[in-house]
């Protein structure tokens, strides 16, 4: 009797195993779902700078120190990044781009070139993507998150090498409020 009470312990304890490793690893996929779906509009973002630039810096020769800070950052290769570093890149490009896009403001036949409108608007639109994706993508980590740091399921992490994920967050710009000058 003993010994079926046994055998039917060590079946439940690697039948839980089991489901709550199949459930880490599921939880991992979406993270990395969310992470991929994010990147195709954080390159498409990543595209679409130089282009921009070049634009900004016909009309606004003496901005210098902006444009080539976003463009010392995409000095680096995209692809060959790892994902916290796109993270950190894309919140210092997002400062850059949120700099652009002030200066603008000051350039009256800037604001009126085609070419900086069609930018502007791809970007505002990528922006939106990016934005849509980045709670997507933190809404993944925060159940993958979840379920490494809770009791039981924190002992099966461990034991397999799960290590937790990194939110996108916003930056301290961005968590500033907007001055409204009317």
Do not use: C
């Amino acid at each position: 009797m003993i010994l079926y009470i046994m055998i039917g312990l060590i079946i439940i304890i690697l039948l839980y195993v089991l489901v709550t490793y199949n459930g880490l690893i599921k939880s991992n996929n979406f993270v990395k779902e969310a992470f991929s779906t994010m990147d195709v509009y954080l390159k498409k973002r990543w595209d679409l700078i130089p282009n921009l630039v070049e634009v900004v810096k016909g009309y606004a020769k003496h901005e210098k120190e902006t444009i080539e800070k976003i463009t010392d950052l995409r000095t680096n290769t995209y692809e060959t990044m790892s994902a916290d570093k796109k993270i950190d890149v894309n919140e210092q490009l997002t400062q850059g781009l949120s700099r652009i896009m002030a200066i603008s403001e000051n350039y009256p036949d800037l604001k009126a070139s085609q070419s900086f409108i069609e930018l502007s608007h791809n970007l505002t639109k990528i922006e939106d993507e990016i934005a849509n994706s980045r709670k997507y993508y933190n809404g993944t980590v925060r159940i993958f998150n979840n379920k490494i740091q809770m009791f039981p399921s924190n002992i099966i992490a461990n034991l397999f090498g799960f290590h937790s994920a990194n939110m996108f967050e916003a930056n301290t710009d961005e968590k500033d409020n907007v001055k409204v000058d009317l």
